[in-house]
T-cell receptor, first 114, second 115 residues
């Protein structure tokens, strides 16, 4: 079935270092790839997204890259800060049975140590 | 409203009881999702409503789970004969249209504990 794989499940970095989270998807028709951040005890919130007609998108310290051929996309956080500590979820739009829905990866718990 | 509203925020019930969880999406949003998040786990897709189309129920884990959306707005997720493994946070999310065009806005979730 359709699924989204996300790695690593946990990531620990020192403040100021970069963090990279990678996701792969199975449906070649997927064309929308958002990333959500969930702080402890809070709701997931969109931080950046990319559509299939674009290879890279950047917003300040956050960037996302997409390789449609390989069916994988990545989140890059530069100059990490303690407030970046959270669980990050990637997602891909999946077409199934005529429906278009978002399927999430299992999440990456990022810890940024001062 | 200002955001997606869910109620109750916390529900403790005994095994075998039925529970109803409510979601009030952002006004005008045609797409509505329910996800389940067990402790420390990811977002498990349950069901998706899009406008007046028949819902995508492919993620519902068993026939004890059902959901409806009245008038294209408020949605209710019902769990019958609850089991301990149903304990989780149930998140509702809505967006303007389908997932390719609209940001998904999540509610705060309903935390269900089945004793």
């Amino acid at each position: 079935g359709e699924n989204v794989e996300q790695h690593p499940s946990t990531l620990s970095v020192q403040e100021g270092d970069s963090a990279v989270i990678k996701c792969t998807y199975s449906d070649s028709a997927s064309n929308y790839f958002p990333w959500y951040k969930q702080e402890l005890g809070k709701r997931p919130q969109l931080i950046i997204d990319i559509r299939s007609n674009v290879g890279e998108k950047k917003d300040q310290r956050i960037a996302v890259t997409l390789n449609k051929t390989a069916k994988h996309f990545s989140l890059h956080i530069t100059e990490t800060q303690p407030e970046d500590s959270a669980v990050y979820f990637c997602a891909a739009s999946i077409i199934s049975g005529g429906y278009n829905k978002l399927i999430f990866g299992a999440g990456t718990r990022l810890a940024v140590h001062p | 409203g200002a955001g997606v509203s869910q109620s109750p925020s916390n529900k403790v019930t005994e095994k075998g009881k039925d529970v109803e969880l409510r979601c009030d999406p952002i006004s005008g949003h045609t797409a509505l999702y329910w996800y389940r998040q067990s402790l420390g786990q990811g977002l498990e897709f349950l069901i998706y409503f899009q406008g007046n189309s028949a819902p995508d129920k492919s993620g519902l884990p068993s026939d004890r789970f059902s959901a409806e959306r009245t008038g294209g707005s408020v949605s209710t997720l019902t769990i019958q004969r609850t089991q301990q493994e149903d304990s989780a946070v149930y998140l509702c999310a809505s967006s303007h249209t389908g997932p390719n065009t609209g940001e998904l806005f999540f509610g705060e979730g309903s935390r269900l504990t089945v004793l």
